[in-house]
T-cell receptor, first 110, second 114 residues
């Protein structure tokens, strides 16, 4: 089955810097990938998604890159703000639904 | 538009007790899901319902039952709670089947089984 995981459990960045959160996956059959943000005590919140036939997608201050050759995707957050502090999950989607990675905790240093 | 709501927010059970977690969505979504989230792990799918009247097992269904009461409501039942079921439970919904993206999540139910 699908295996989706993140490279680092914790990422610490300076406020105003760009953040890059990475994710590796094992199942090439995934149709799409999603990034979720989960703040403490809340449910996951959709950030951005990307179809498997794309290699880049941009949103407001966020960009997702997909490299199918090495089965890797990343979430880039521009000009990181205190409100970006959260756990970020990648999820891969296929016929069996979404499979979530373990999460990366993004910590913002003032 | 409340989105996905869950009750209760917190619950403590003793081993062997039973309870039902309630979930409702007001977005007219066809599909609904139950996940559990444990420390250091991602969300794991317990059961899902692709449409009203249908339910299917996910990755970790043992010890749980579900009921899709109508299009809006999807409940999760623990018949005989065990300490291994201590977790945070999330309900989610989406427009179509399990291969749909952008699942919307509720705030979670924090369950402790002693």
């Amino acid at each position: 089955g699908e295996s989706v995981g993140l490279h680092l459990p914790t990422l610490s960045v300076q406020e105003g810097d760009n953040s890059i959160i990475n994710c590796a996956y094992s199942n090439s059959a995934s149709d799409y990938f999603i990034w979720y943000k989960q703040e403490s005590g809340k449910g996951p919140q959709f950030i951005i998604d990307i179809r498997s036939n794309m290699d880049k997608r941009q949103g407001q201050r966020v960009t997702v890159l997909l490299n199918k050759t090495v089965k890797h995707l990343s979430l880039q957050i521009a000009a990181t703000q205190p409100g970006d502090s959260a756990v970020y999950f990648c999820a891969g989607g296929g016929a069996d639904g979404l499979t979530f990675g373990k999460g990366t905790h993004l910590i913002i240093q003032p | 538009n409340a989105g996905v709501t869950q009750t209760p927010k917190f619950q403590v059970l003793k081993t062997g007790q039973s309870m039902t977690l309630q979930c409702a969505q007001d977005m007219n979504h066809n599909s609904m899901y139950w996940y559990r989230q444990d420390p250091g792990m991602g969300l794991r799918l317990i059961y899902y319902s692709a449409s009203e009247g249908t339910t299917d097992k996910g990755e970790v269904p043992n010890g749980y039952n579900v009921s899709r009461l109508n299009k809006r409501e999807f409940s999760l039942r623990l018949e005989s709670a065990a300490p291994s079921q201590t977790s945070v439970y999330f309900c989610a919904s989406s427009y179509s089947g399990p291969s749909s993206y952008e699942q919307y999540f509720g705030p979670g139910t924090r369950l402790t089984v002693t």
